[in-house]
């Protein structure tokens, strides 16, 4: 942009607030407007838009601003590195606590998808720093000269300190843009499944975590105590997840799911990981063995040492069930397994019964169990039947292999070796 080209746009600047009987500094305002496009890398139309709102806020005056759609493009088709405009309504928004540097994060979505945001602080005594509210759940915004990023191959859109935000009139209900689960890339998604599988959470700062899937593929899913869900999952049952986070790490997605979760009665079909796998188990892991579960009706979470449910709290009517959870490595890669009770009978030879008689009797009590398939089963050459779930398998036969299939096991393993 030429200094000649600034001032024409700073002498239009000038002449739209002296109707106003706002008297401007030419200089001053051609200075913005340089610094806008030089050092913040904004168009000329969005410049020259900032700097009216700054000055329309300084001094409490309504003006009539030239708009035009040319920045503006929908949230679907953004593209890392670009400056845009978007509007959209928030879905979601926080003010993150210890952060100063960060005014507001959350979700803005259109009809073409959503986007996660980030909003920097603002600082009131810096003349170019543009004033920004608070931006309202469920309400309209114009975020006017935001840049969008990438990270680990999520979008994501930056709202720095020059950037316009405004609130807009209602343009109505925002419904989600569904997609394949095996077509979801990192970012903010909506999909429908089905919840083929449940996991013990690993800590109770989880709320649920388990495996939903349709028809083109599976997805492991976790919902955080943090986000106060308002709806527990049942497996076999279908739903819709509205605005999850989609993150990526080896190639494989995981979704955190939101509080907007909708039950729904399509009958959904789950694309088949059915597997037979024959390798070593490298590790049995705590928490293996007998385990209490939670007696309350669709929950069946393991309960502590002291009965406790991290759900629904003490519970002393508590049932037994047997679990192995162990590192299974087939020689092309590693796998948690999840070998529930009928598995684990057929397995070790141990029936639920006589683990609790054992475990009642015995001085070691419940690590009197794990010990014993500890000893039992590790280094043990396997063959385990079930379902994939990127890097799990929940299991639903497992044998112990004869010498001679150990043998051959182990020769194949040599030859692979080799040929590598």
């Avoid at 931006?135 to 950037?163: C, F, H």
């Avoid at 999952?233 to 494989?252: K, M, V």
Wanted: aromatic share 6%; net charge negative.
């Amino acid at each position: 942009m030429t200094a000649n080209q600034n001032d024409k746009n700073a002498d239009r600047i000038i002449d739209l607030f002296a109707t106003h009987n706002v008297k401007l500094k030419r200089t001053e305002v051609v200075g913005k407007l340089t610094e806008l496009m030089n050092d913040f890398g904004l168009p000329q139309q969005e410049a020259e838009r900032t700097v009216i709102q700054i000055y329309a806020r300084a001094h409490d005056v309504q003006v009539n601003v030239r708009t035009t759609d040319a920045g503006t493009k929908n949230i679907g088709d953004l593209t890392p590195g670009e400056w845009v405009t978007v509007e959209g309504k928030i879905i979601s928004a926080v003010r993150p606590a210890g952060n100063k540097s960060i005014f507001q994060m959350g979700v803005i979505a259109d009809a073409t998808g959503a986007v996660a945001f980030t909003a920097w602080a603002r600082n009131r005594n810096n003349k170019n720093d543009v004033p920004l509210e608070e931006m309202q759940v469920g309400n309209w915004y114009r975020i006017a000269n935001a840049v969008v990023d990438e990270y680990q191959g999520s979008i994501a859109l930056k709202i720095p300190r020059t950037t316009v935000v405004g609130p807009m009139s209602d343009q109505g209900t925002v419904k989600p843009v569904l997609q394949p689960i095996g077509e979801v890339k990192p970012g903010i998604v909506s999909v429908k499944g089905k919840v083929v599988r449940l996991f013990t959470p690993s800590t109770d700062k989880i709320r649920q975590t388990g495996v939903i899937g349709d028809e083109s593929g599976t997805v492991k899913f976790t919902i955080w105590e943090s986000e106060n869900p308002t709806i527990t999952l049942e497996e076999g049952n279908a739903y819709e997840f509205h605005y999850a986070r989609c993150t990526t790490y080896n190639d494989r997605n995981d979704l955190t799911l939101t509080p907007q979760i909708v039950p729904v009665t399509d009958a959904i079909a789950v694309k088949s990981n059915r597997a037979t796998l024959t390798g070593a188990i490298m590790q049995v892991r705590q928490n293996s063995g007998l385990i209490k579960r939670c007696p309350v009706e669709g929950c069946g979470k393991t309960l502590s040492r002291m009965n406790y449910c991290p759900v629904h709290e003490v519970q002393n009517n508590f049932q037994y069930d047997l679990r192995i959870r162990a590192v299974f490595d087939d020689g092309n890669e590693t796998l948690t397994l999840t070998i529930p009770k009928e598995a684990v009978e057929r397995l070790t030879g141990m029936k639920l019964d006589d683990a609790v008689n054992l475990a009642t009797t015995m001085p070691l009590g419940f690590d009197e169990i794990f010990m014993r398939f500890k000893k039992m089963l590790t280094g043990r050459y396997v063959t385990v039947s079930g379902t994939l779930y990127d890097d799990s398998m929940f299991v639903t036969d497992c044998a112990f292999l004869t010498v001679d299939q150990m043998q051959d096991q182990i020769k194949l393993t040599t030859t692979q070796e080799a040929a590598e």
